[in-house]
C-alpha cells in the first residue's frame, strides 16, 4: 500500500496530511493532530473531509482550553 502526503492550509495554519488508498476509498488523517481522521470515496472528497475534521478537532481543543 502506497501512503501519499499532501499539505492542507485551514485558518493559516499548515496541516500534512497522510492518505492511504483503502478497498472503499481513501483514508485520510493529521499526523501531528490527534482525532483529525477521516475518509472519502475520492482523494477529493477524503481532503474535503478532513478540512472538516481538522475544524471539528480545533473547535473541540479551544472549548476544552487546549490551544
Known sequence: MR???AVLAENGVTYE???????KGYAVWVPEL???NSQGATV?????NIRDAI?????VR?????D
Not at 477529493?44 to 474535503?48: D, P, Q, S
Not at 479551544?62 to 487546549?66: I, S, T
Open 3 to 5: 501512503l501519499e502526503h
Open 17 to 23: 496530511v497522510a492518505l492511504k488508498r483503502s478497498r
Open 34 to 36: 490527534p482525532g483529525a
Open 44 to 48: 477529493a472528497e477524503a481532503v474535503e
Open 55 to 59: 475544524r471539528e478537532v480545533l473547535a
Open 62 to 66: 479551544r472549548e476544552l482550553g487546549w
